[in-house]
């Protein structure tokens, strides 16, 4: 980590930052602060937004679990997020339904087919992998998404989820959070 982790439990809060704080704590419940909180606890106010924001992406959309769970490991696994991709490659192996031959494609950094996905999750793929790398997102693929069979909402809720854990995997690569920028998985060296 570049920076010192405040202290866990942090100590000498305002009023305001303990009610931060505690939210934060709400949303990680039984699991505590993560090394990720307290980075952000640094700055409590942009840690609150960040909590309500990824709280918002993580339980309050409408998405399966094993599409919203593509849309965060692609651009961890992109951007050498390994810190986020350690915490949800497991939620994605546990999804319904979801195998670990899926999981080798989706660990792939430039999958040639989409091998045992399904159409909906190939789809989700390959626009979190445009999105990370290209940022615009041609027609054709976003037709592609849309012929999935996605709702309006649920191609907010992906568009959002991939734009949100491409803030996050960034952030965490760029101060190490968990140190954990040299530690890539034996596969992705």
Not at 73 to 94: D, G, M, Y
């Amino acid at each position: 980590m570049r920076l010192n982790y405040v202290p866990n439990p942090p100590t000498n809060l305002a009023a305001e930052d303990q009610e931060v704080l505690e939210r934060v704590k709400a949303r990680r419940g039984a699991m505590g602060l993560i090394p990720l909180d307290l980075t952000l606890l640094h700055a409590p106010k942009v840690a609150d937004g960040w909590n309500a924001l990824l709280g918002a992406i993580r339980t309050k959309n409408s998405l399966p679990d094993d599409i919203r769970e593509i849309a965060i490991c692609r651009p961890a696994l992109i951007n050498r997020a390994w810190f986020e991709w350690k915490a949800h490659a497991p939620i994605l192996l546990k999804s319904p339904g979801f195998t670990e031959e899926k999981l080798e494609v989706v660990k792939q950094l430039h999958p040639a087919s989409q091998g045992p996905l399904d159409d909906r999750q190939w789809a989700v793929l390959r626009y979190a992998d445009t999105m990370t790398r290209d940022v615009s997102v041609p027609q054709s693929l976003f037709d592609e998404v849309k012929g999935a069979g996605f709702s309006e909402q649920e191609i907010v809720e992906i568009t959002a989820t991939v734009a949100s854990y491409n803030m996050v995997s960034r952030f965490l690569v760029a101060l190490d959070v968990g140190e954990a920028n040299d530690k890539a998985p034996e596969w992705a060296r």
